[in-house]
């Protein structure tokens, strides 16, 4: 398939073919990196992203998948974080030039539920510094003169332009839900309590939650669904069941 015919499925149609072999993880990441080539330079909505690490990534998945061993609801299917959510194996800024280029010890919950899930996390998107301070350096996809919105702009403008198909974000004061709109893509904040924080830059214990953004309704709840478990180490959770 042509990258452009990749990138138009969703992804619950895209793991589908990823999961019977009729395309791989490396040739959707490619197409992905093709877009980003083309749209990173107006758009700037990555703080982090090492097209040899996605592959690399991608080349894992794909000889996961040979292997015959059983695979998760979105394997081989990238996802980019807002630069707020820790992770481990790639530099987790926040933002700021106090954080530059050092990363967490280990990942937040949310990226690993989403690698349990079979997904690749395939890089940082921009936020607001520290997610509250200065706007970063992100463009509104469709006018290049407007703004994202934020804090989440990086993940929401990654949606609308295309360069990823589904991103994570957060919000304490509508950091979710301004950006979507200004984008034009879906975005979901969840009830309080049902996605763990544990890993993520703290600014309110009774505001801050994490959501997701994706280009229909469908595709945003399938990946939320991953994201809503129980966290022990964040007290604020509840247990939910998914699959009602």
């Given at each position: 398939m042509y990258s452009e015919d990749l990138i138009a499925l969703s992804t619950i149609q895209l793991a589908e073919k990823i999961k019977s072999g009729e395309i791989t993880s490396h040739q959707l990441c490619s197409?992905?990196?093709?877009?980003?080539?083309?749209?990173?330079?107006?758009?700037?909505?990555?703080?982090?992203?090492?097209?040899?690490?996605?592959?690399?990534?991608?080349?894992?998945?794909?000889?996961?998948?040979?292997?015959g061993?059983?695979?998760?609801?979105?394997?081989?299917?990238?996802?980019?974080?807002?630069?707020?959510?820790?992770?481990?194996?790639m530099p987790t800024e926040c933002g700021t030039k106090l954080r530059k280029g050092n990363s967490y010890s280990q990942d937040s919950e949310v990226a690993s539920l989403i690698k349990s899930s079979g997904?690749?996390?395939m890089g940082k998107?921009?936020?607001t510094e520290l997610a509250y301070f200065d706007p970063?350096?992100?463009k509104n996809?469709?006018?290049?003169?407007?703004?994202?919105?934020?804090?989440?702009?990086?993940?929401?403008?990654?949606?609308?332009?295309?360069?990823?198909p589904l991103s994570v974000g957060t919000q304490t004061n509508g950091s979710l839900i301004r950006?979507?709109?200004?984008?034009?893509?879906?975005?979901?904040?969840?009830?309080?309590?049902?996605?763990?924080?544990?890993?993520i830059l703290k600014q309110s214990s009774h505001l801050d939650q994490v959501g997701v953004f994706a280009h229909t309704v469908e595709e945003a709840a399938h990946f939320a669904k991953i994201l809503i478990r129980k966290d022990l180490y964040d007290p604020d959770t509840v247990y939910y069941a998914t699959n009602k």
């Open positions: 197409a992905y990196i093709s877009r980003i080539e083309k749209f990173e330079k107006d758009v700037c909505a990555w703080a982090f992203f090492d097209k040899d690490k996605l592959l690399e990534k991608a080349e894992d998945a794909d000889n996961f998948r040979s292997s061993k059983p695979i998760g609801p979105l394997h081989g299917i990238p996802v980019a974080l807002k630069d707020i959510i820790g992770t481990y194996d997904a690749i996390v998107t921009v936020t970063g350096k992100t996809p469709h006018d290049y003169t407007r703004t994202p919105g934020g804090s989440s702009s990086g993940s929401a403008a990654a949606i609308a332009s295309y360069m990823a950006p979507a709109s200004y984008c034009g893509v879906v975005g979901y904040k969840p009830s309080f309590g049902l996605i763990s924080r544990n890993g």
